[in-house]
């Protein structure tokens, strides 16, 4: 798996197997690279990161000192775009691009998880594999010029540290939010009136699933009611805080608009 084995050719996908295009027989699966690597001895990582020694790792508990600025500063980095770093608009550089394009073509070769098409071009089927992989075309943001090689979050949630998945922090920030909305006097909605299993008072089912033909203008509606909910619940959330922290009442309009919003469902 250290060198490319399809450059001009690609493994065509046969019988739930990857296969070399030439012979008919399957690639490797995940499990048998794993192995074989496991059985060599003189097997070494084809690329290795150290942090150093200059590294100073610390945690951010709220309510401590420094905390929010430390949130404000890994904030305003961590939203930047990774291509966007030294880039100036004002006054393109031609040196710094052909640079961000190189790598960009070499990022676009390399494997960025188990399930990455690019498996493929060193002889190996990637981890579950389907039908339609092709090498140099997989779809994960890794590969994408912005990104450069970030396929996905930037800070990930350590369960072995907080013993808690990614879904538990989401429960537990809503329900933060939720105190908050209640504590100005605001009615939060249900959060689960958008399941799939909901039912209406009378007992039958609040959702009925069929097959519609979806114009532009369908999607185009469903996003913007989207980005209008999100934005009405930020600032309901902004305002609440607000209200608490100066002992005043939110806008009498903001109390009991969480509980009348019409339910939009696209299909």
């Not at 197997?17 to 496991?38: K, S, V």
Request: glycine share 6%; proline share 8%; hydrophobic share 35%.
């Amino acid at each position: 798996m250290e060198h490319p084995v399809y450059v001009e050719r690609t493994p065509i996908w046969a019988d739930e197997h990857y296969r070399d295009p030439d012979t008919g027989w399957p690639l490797p699966t995940w499990e048998q690279a794993l192995t074989e690597i496991d059985e060599d001895p003189t097997a070494e990582p084809a690329h290795v990161v150290t942090f150093g020694r200059q590294v100073d790792v610390k945690g951010i508990l709220a309510g401590t000192k420094d905390s929010d600025r430390g949130v404000r500063y890994l904030t305003k980095y961590l939203t930047k775009a990774v291509a966007e770093t030294y880039a100036d608009d004002a006054t393109p550089n031609p040196a710094y691009e052909a640079h961000i394009d190189r790598l960009h073509d070499h990022l676009r070769w390399l494997p960025c998880s188990p399930q990455c098409a690019n498996w493929l071009r060193y002889g190996t089927q990637p981890k579950d594999p389907g039908p339609g992989l092709v090498p140099g075309h997989c779809t994960s943001k890794a590969h994408d010029r912005e990104h450069l090689g970030l396929g996905g979050r930037r800070v990930l949630v350590s369960r072995g540290w907080s013993g808690k998945t990614l879904t538990q922090h989401r429960a537990d920030r809503r329900a933060v939010v939720e105190q908050v909305l209640k504590a100005a006097g605001i009615e939060p909605e249900t959060a689960d009136r958008m399941a799939a299993d909901t039912l209406t008072n009378d007992g039958r089912p609040r959702f009925v699933w069929e097959e519609v033909p979806v114009t532009n203008a369908d999607w185009q509606t469903v996003v913007l009611d989207s980005l209008r909910e999100h934005r009405r619940r930020r600032d309901q959330y902004d305002q609440a805080k607000q209200a608490l922290t100066t002992g005043t009442d939110p806008p009498m309009d903001n109390r009991s608009a969480m509980a009348s919003v019409p339910v939009t469902v696209a299909v």
